[in-house]
């Protein structure tokens, strides 16, 4: 195979509607959504930039699209949507809260073309259903059920805070228990409705303790047991691990770099927990954006860190979680989301 | 001279490139 290999990945909110209304969730207002027309659209937008890129500098682009939600299945054309996104050549993955899969639904995602689907599971039931709402706990792994019983690749994810993190052992045991490929780990963003759940963040001391103790885990796990918060990802690396200084980001946090999200109404951001608007899917050309926005060119540029982060080591391949950045931030008055990372012990 | 949406294009991916090619990437990327 030619050319350099460069993965890039879209996170497509198609719905905001949601049949939960979780204490943590990023969300805080129901916004519009676009039609299955202009999402095909904005999906042909893309595509165009990707293979604009590919030809120009002869790269071997891997693209996929994350679609989410809301509650994804909430929507009548996403097999529709599934399907058109699959036939332009992206690989496709859901995030879902699980609770509407029955047996039907699991055999038709197992027919279309998903590379996985991730459940979101936040404890053991009553943490989860204090969270998400009663019943849901039982709803949601039953949608876990048939999603293994159908064979679909899926992982659980969980949101971690003070408020779950003593669970982690035995959610790693139920995992196994369910067969479930992997069990992932994300941090809280206290933003939107989880704004007012700050307080729940873990410190840095218990964040670089809940992370080693990941990777003991998965040491010993029969699933993978990991985390992609960058965060994570600087913890499992050997001490002696030599860091290539670019100064251009090579990993950790893919908001403006190696991937980009879109909201259900069209809006652009770096990321759905870092709410910053960029454009709108529906009146730019995706390729002009992503080389023009100077937001997405203040999180690739080393020079426009604060110190604690632009002078780390790690640098390239961390930035930590700039949504986490940017809600602390917030909470304290600015908008500075190229500040240090608030739960980062390095 | 103003740089040119191409030209800032280019900047990024031929530095992306440069390191990608070298086999530098040590980390998966993240975006929940």
């Known amino acids: ?23 943590h969730c990023y969300q805080s207002k129901l916004m519009p959504e676009m039609t299955y027309d202009e999402i095909c659209r904005a999906i042909d937008n893309i595509r165009g930039a990707i293979k604009g890129w590919a030809v120009e500098y002869d790269m ?3 693209p996929s699209f994350h ?12 097999f529709e949507i599934l399907g058109y996104a ?38 053991l039931e009553h943490t989860h259903d204090s969270l998400r709402g009663k019943g849901s706990y039982k709803r ?33 045991r139920l995992a ?14 206290p933003t939107g409705r989880g704004k007012k759940m700050g307080s729940q963040s873990l410190t840095p001391e218990e964040t670089a303790d809940f992370y080693r103790q990941l990777n003991e885990y998965n040491k010993r796990s029969s699933i993978t047991v990991s985390s992609r918060d960058p965060l994570a990802v600087i913890l499992s690396l050997n001490a002696n691990e030599e860091i290539p200084q670019t100064d251009i980001p090579i990993g950790g946090c893919a908001a403006g770099v190696f991937g980009i999200t879109i909201c259900a109404d069209g809006t652009i951001m770096p990321c759905r927990r870092m709410d910053l608007a960029i454009g709108n899917i529906n009146d730019v050309s ?52 190229l500040g240090l990372d608030p739960q980062c012990s390095l | 001279m103003k740089e040119t949406s191409r030209e ?7 530095k992306m490139k440069e390191v990608l090619a070298k086999g530098k990437e040590v980390s998966k990327s993240c975006l929940a």
């Not at chain 1, 460069?6 to 049949?19: L, P």
């Not at chain 1, 048939?146 to 669970?167: C, D, F, K």
């Not at chain 1, 196994?176 to 963003?189: G, K």
């Not at chain 1, 995706?286 to 203040?298: D, I, T």
């Open chain 2, 8 to 14: 800032k294009e280019a900047r990024f991916f031929l």
């Open chain 1, 286 to 337: 995706f390729r002009e954006l992503w080389a023009e926005s100077p937001v997405l060119w203040s999180l690739r540029t080393r020079e426009d860190y604060r110190d604690e982060c632009r002078l780390c080591q790690y640098w390239p391949v961390c930035r930590g979680c700039r949504a986490i950045a940017l809600a602390f931030a917030r909470a304290s008055g600015n908008d500075d989301y």
């Open chain 1, 86 to 123: 699959y036939e332009q050549d992206f690989s496709i993955s859901l995030m879902s809260n699980g609770t509407l899969i029955d047996r039907p639904l699991a055999k038709r995602i197992k027919d279309v073309h998903i590379t996985d689907v991730q459940i979101s599971l936040d404890g």
């Open chain 1, 176 to 189: 196994e228990d369910l067969a479930v490929n992997a069990i992932t780990f994300s941090r809280l963003v």
């Open chain 1, 140 to 172: 949601t792994l039953e949608g876990i059920k048939n999603l293994v019983a159908e064979g679909v690749q899926m992982s659980i994810n969980l949101t971690v805070s003070r408020i779950n993190m003593g669970q982690c052992e035995e959610l790693i």
């Open chain 1, 1 to 23: 195979m030619q050319g350099t290999l460069f993965d890039f990945f879209v996170q497509f909110h198609i719905t905001e509607r949601c049949n939960l209304s979780c204490r």
């Open chain 1, 60 to 62: 071997i682009l891997q």
């Open chain 1, 67 to 78: 679609f989410t939600g809301g509650e994804p299945f909430l929507r009548q054309d996403l």
